[in-house]
């Protein structure tokens, strides 16, 4: 779709809030709370950004954008070169961390910009008359993005890390303190779903989570061989290109969108051969049956694997 960027706000330091709105004032495809869409910035150049405001709004996507100091290209070239007005491409929004609207209560728990997509959930389940909390945990509160919208909820809690009057963030104790039917969510840094992950295998299915950023090393060694089952294709990965570089480069169509194995966009089915998982999507139990593998990240244990392409 082509979007035009109706404003451009600070939202906090490095952090800019964009107003998506379509050409000719028809509304945009419905999204449930959750959900992202993928911008394409540059030839072969996507990313993905949660879409943070209310689903019940039809005519408006809006997204938090971190400039990211190791930026690739993606926040750095949205910051230095979106502004109101312009028009954008973006594909429809896609939902991987999506809310379960029975449970009997549900926690958010956010670090920095993984506030974004609780901020969709937190007025999807306003409007539901659902009972939640958000624990939202950030660094300073110069770097604490949307607060206005968090003002005068008593089920918000705010930690921010240098200031020490401010309610510390105790993960391990929230989650064994959950009521026993309720769902927890969680979006922020490595670290902090890390710990999430470490103290949340009780819940189970309960337990649901989403990487903005990974700090896996990209497998881009190379020196292995991809069988194409469907299109009879063999394509050997050389050294210093990732797995999606040689199918990309071969014509196969994969998509495509982190680069950093944390959207699930570039999953791939494999019927042979061991993968070299490195991403944050996929689940250990999943990696373990080694039947996909995220091509934009990951690489190959054995000689060669066979991918259902």
């Not at 082509?2 to 998506?20: C, K």
């Not at 968090?150 to 064994?176: A, C, F, K, M, Y």
Request: aromatic fraction near 6%.
């Amino acid at each position: 779709m082509q979007l035009r960027i109706r404003s451009a706000r600070w939202e906090a330091d490095h952090i800019l809030g964009f107003r998506l709105e379509p050409l000719r004032g028809e509304n945009l495809p419905a999204f449930t709370a959750g959900s992202h869409i993928e911008v394409s910035l540059q030839p072969g150049l996507k990313r993905s950004y949660s879409l943070l405001n209310d689903p019940a709004e039809q005519d408006v996507y809006e997204i938090g954008v971190q400039l990211d100091p190791e930026s690739r290209g993606g926040s750095q070239h949205i910051h230095e070169h979106w502004r109101p007005g312009q028009v954008i491409e973006v594909s429809e929004p896609r939902n991987l961390f999506s809310l379960d609207e029975d449970a009997s209560h549900s926690i958010l728990i956010a670090g920095g910009i993984g506030i974004t997509p609780m901020l969709s959930m937190m007025e999807r389940l306003k409007s539901l008359g659902r009972s939640w909390e958000l624990r939202y945990a950030v660094r300073s509160r110069n770097r604490a993005a949307f607060l206005e919208r968090l003002e005068g909820l008593e089920n918000v809690q705010v930690t921010i890390d240098d200031e020490p009057s401010t309610p510390r963030l105790d993960l391990q104790g929230l989650i064994r303190s959950a009521p026993p039917r309720a769902h927890v969510y969680c979006c922020g840094p490595t670290g902090m779903l890390s710990a999430f992950r470490e103290h949340g295998g009780p819940l189970g299915d309960r337990m649901h989570f989403e990487y903005f950023a990974s700090d896996a090393k990209v497998a881009c060694e190379g020196g292995y061989r991809l069988q194409l089952q469907r299109s009879g294709k063999v394509i050997e990965v050389a050294a210093g290109d990732t797995m999606l570089d040689a199918l990309l480069g071969a014509g196969v169509d994969v998509g495509f969108a982190c680069f950093e194995g944390v959207c699930g966009s570039c999953r791939v089915p494999v019927l042979d051969g061991v993968p070299d998982h490195r991403d944050q999507f996929l689940t250990q139990a999943e990696k373990d049956a080694n039947n996909a593998v995220m091509a934009c990240c990951s690489g190959a244990r054995t000689a060669s694997l066979t991918l259902d392409l």
